[in-house]
């Protein structure tokens, strides 16, 4: 069956842009997670959604970063005014549910800031 | 605070010699482990997972971990290493809290496995 997509696969934008990044669960999967990649840095939370539940946003790392869920399907993550520091994969994942373990991770967006 | 320790940036091992690459946790509770490996230009990829019983669990393409929890490691292991075993690999731990279940990773290893 389909995996986790993730779009655009590369974003370049300029510095006090906002950008959108798309993820796409695996159908059936209620759990939804954000992470970034960044070189040197590995790999950080951001933010969880668990079907109607109001999402974790725990590990956003400022309030220039926004995360939706529509349907309990697709969510977008939302960078506000960009700066050099976002540059970073962002890694979108999805499980069954909160009680089912493994996580599913699509392949990323590749976020360059210039 | 939960966190997670790959104390090795790289781990380089000639193919048909076993590999281990290292794993150390600390979190409050019960610890649910995970490897997962990352290849170049590919999303994660789950390998295994401890969730409880056997200590030592089976994962994907021969590999197997060993869970220990007086030295509170979970170091990833292969009897015999493949040029195409050469990847990223990521150890995590699960915590829960109020609303949900994100895994906390160690910053990577690579495996460099040589002909």
């Known amino acids: 069956g389909a995996g986790v997509s993730q779009s655009p696969s590369n974003k370049v934008t300029e510095k006090g842009k906002d950008v959108e990044l798309r993820c796409d669960p695996i159908s059936g999967h209620t759990a939804l997670y954000w992470y970034r990649q960044s070189l040197g840095q590995g790999l950080e939370f951001l933010i969880y959604f668990q079907g109607n539940s109001a999402p974790d946003k725990s590990g956003l790392p400022s309030d220039r970063f926004s995360a939706e869920r529509t349907g309990g399907s697709v969510s977008t993550l939302t960078i506000q005014r960009t700066q050099q520091e976002d540059s970073a994969v962002y890694l979108c994942?999805?499980?069954?549910?909160?009680?089912?373990?493994?996580?599913?991770f699509g392949p990323g967006t590749r976020l360059t800031v210039t | 605070a939960q966190s997670v320790a790959q104390p090795e940036d790289q781990v380089n091992v000639a193919e048909g010699n076993p590999l281990t690459v290292k794993c150390t946790y600390s979190v409050s509770g019960n610890p649910y482990l995970f490897w997962y490996v990352q290849y170049p230009n590919r999303g994660l990829q789950f390998l295994l997972k401890?969730?409880?019983?056997?200590?030592l669990v089976k994962g994907s393409y021969g590999f197997e971990a060993e869970f220990n929890k007086s030295q509170t490691s979970f170091h990833l292991k292969k009897p015999s290493a493949l040029v195409s075993d050469s990847a990223l690999y990521f150890c995590a731990v699960r915590v829960s809290n109020q609303a949900g279940t994100a895994l906390i990773f160690g910053k990577g290893t690579t495996l460099s496995v040589s002909s």
């Open positions: 401890y969730i409880t019983g056997d200590n």
């Open positions: 994942a999805s499980s069954r549910d909160r009680g089912a373990y493994e996580q599913y």
